[in-house]
């Protein structure tokens, strides 16, 4: 059973147990995110992460050249190379990716987006964000088949040759619905969505899949982006897809026996 399992990039997630209980398997892709990452490195780099909300309330990353920089250190470097390392000393031949490796992930350049600041609607200038349009997947099916465990994460490159900053959790069920992928789990720093985001006990689900946007309104800044990416990956037929937290010891097997927010 293949499953595509993205990890989260921000502070708090349990980057460790995850790595340790997908060390016990060997049919999936890791799919990688490093917001903190990126803001740190951003930070002693002087260019700071800038973020802006959408008109339809999506934060997004505002990824400027100089700060493509940064996305590229940050997630092809560090965070990536750190769990290639890590998965290895558990005895996983794991291979990191980003999405130029083989045109893994193509992209399309987001043309015109727009910020609300102030209460107006202005276009974001100088934004090399886009959203992966197509995976080659023939790269991860070579890898899987000789027995490695690819590791993927942002930036994708578009189809000119300009590399792009891509949301990893919709990177994440891309991969899940090419792949034709038994269960996408959105591994983070929550149990899953959250009616009250300060009650970890108020977690929403198990939904069905025509009822994904239902629980939009309870979701603010990043959790949006995991509702788009499971609205994504239920679409594109992926079975089971699971929201759920990373910080609990065996976090693939709980999240795939249902402990999350469920999308079936
Ligand atoms: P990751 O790096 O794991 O992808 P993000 O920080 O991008 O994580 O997204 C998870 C965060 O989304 C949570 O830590 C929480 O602050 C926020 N969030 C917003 N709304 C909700 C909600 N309704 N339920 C749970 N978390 C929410």
Do not use: F
Not at 37 to 44: A, K, P, T, V
Not at 104 to 122: M, P, Q, Y
């Amino acid at each position: 059973m293949t499953i595509v399992v993205k990890i989260g990039g921000a502070e708090g997630n349990g980057v460790a147990p995850v790595l340790a209980d997908l060390a016990r398997r060997s049919d999936y892709v890791l799919v990688h995110g490093g917001s903190a990452e990126i803001d740190r490195l951003g930070e002693s780099m002087g260019h700071p992460s800038r973020y802006y909300t959408s008109p339809s309330g999506v934060v997004s990353r505002h990824t400027d050249s100089e700060h493509m920089d940064v996305v590229v250190l940050a997630m092809a470097g560090r965070v990536q190379t750190e769990i290639v390392r890590a998965l290895g000393a558990l005895g996983v031949r794991a291979v990191g990716l980003s999405g130029a490796d083989g045109g893994l992930l193509i992209a399309r350049k987001k043309e015109a987006s727009r910020a609300v600041e102030d209460g107006r609607v202005v276009r974001v200038k100088d934004d090399r964000s886009g959203v992966v349009e197509e995976v080659r997947t023939e790269l991860l099916r070579v890898l899987l088949g000789a027995g490695y465990i690819p590791v993927v994460g942002p930036p994708a490159i578009s189809r000119a040759g300009e590399l792009l900053n891509v949301d990893a959790d919709r990177v994440a069920a891309q991969v899940a619905v090419a792949l034709g992928a038994e269960a996408l789990l959105l591994l983070t720093n929550v149990t899953g969505v959250l009616r009250d985001r300060n009650d970890p006990t108020s977690r929403i689900g198990p939904v069905s899949r025509d009822a994904v946007d239902s629980m939009m309104p309870y979701a603010e800044g990043r959790m949006r982006k995991k509702i788009l990416a499971a609205r994504e990956a239920a679409a594109g037929g992926v079975g089971r897809i699971v929201i759920a937290s990373s910080m609990v010891s065996e976090p693939v097997e709980h999240a795939l026996a249902g402990d999350g927010t469920v999308i079936e």
